[in-house]
């Protein structure tokens, strides 16, 4: 007789019925402008997108002196035994130089666009302190806070181009107020597209008090005089391990000058590196190098 029920049947069946693959969503980049509430084009100063020119510059740059540190470490390969070049040397030299140019582009255009974002954050906040200073003026002259907004955007004018980045914020603060939109909620939109903390903080102390009635001068003096100290204690230090940096600097790119120097006045040494030893101790020896400049770099960076 048959069974009523086949269940080997039902689990060929499961097991051929082909599996759905998830796609995990793409991670959503962070827009580099916002639209105000005016309908002004607003900068994000979190992220930093190089334009075409920076992007081909950086890429060659990083490309040439990558490629020239694989061919110099590594190239000369295959040569024949009276040391002359043969077809193969060649066609690796170009291999190394492509593939180590390529790899130090990939590597030195995140590290280059994160040195530009905080450079320009480092431009703001000196900006923003001078908005500070220009504000306290007007303030301390009898005008009321919003008066003393629209009056700092002409004194700073004398300062900075109209393209200053201080000078785009405080445009947008102003149209703002002309519109109706509460200084507070001007700040903070402000605040929140800087990724400075010291931006946030001014912003919910002068929340707090201009809703309470505090005392605003001296809410910007303090706020003046606290970015005022921590930018002179940054260039102190910045003036202090000027000279360790370019030391630093040197302890990177003096292997390399050294190697190639050899390279170039001794055909014996550089035979020397052409075999599995010679390549072997170069690989050691690039491999501490990065360790220890990493390291180095790491002691040498100081925030405040």
Known sequence: ??????????????????????????????????????????????????????????????????????????????????????????????????????LAARFYLPIRTKQLCENRKRQLTLQFRDMLEALTTSLNAGKNVTDAFKSSYDD???????????????????????????????????????????????????????????????????TYDVISDKITVREDIITMYAGTKIELNMMLVLPLAMIIVMKLTSTDFANNYASVTGLVSEIVGIAIVIVAYLMAKKIVDIKI
């Open 1 to 102: 007789m048959k069974p009523l029920f086949n269940f080997k049947k039902k689990e060929e069946k499961q097991k051929e019925q082909p599996k759905v693959k998830v796609k995990k969503p793409a991670v959503e980049k962070e827009p580099q402008y916002y639209r105000s509430k005016t309908n002004i084009q607003t900068l994000n100063y979190k992220v930093y997108y190089m334009t075409k020119k920076e992007m081909i510059l950086y890429t060659l740059l990083g490309f040439v002196v990558g490629g020239l540190a694989g061919y110099a470490f590594f190239g000369g390969q295959f040569k024949d035994e009276f040391g002359v070049a043969t077809k193969l040397t060649l066609i690796v030299d170009i291999l190394l130089f492509v593939v180590f140019g390529a």
């Open 156 to 222: 700073l004018g004398n300062q900075y181009e109209s393209g200053a980045m201080i000078m785009n914020e405080l445009e947008v603060i102003n149209t703002g107020l002309i519109n109706g939109i509460t200084l507070e909620e001007l700040l903070k939109d402000f605040a929140d597209r800087s990724g400075i903390d010291d931006i946030a903080d001014f912003t919910n102390v002068f929340e707090i008090c201009y809703r309470k009635g505090g005392n605003i001068k001296e809410v910007i003096r303090n």
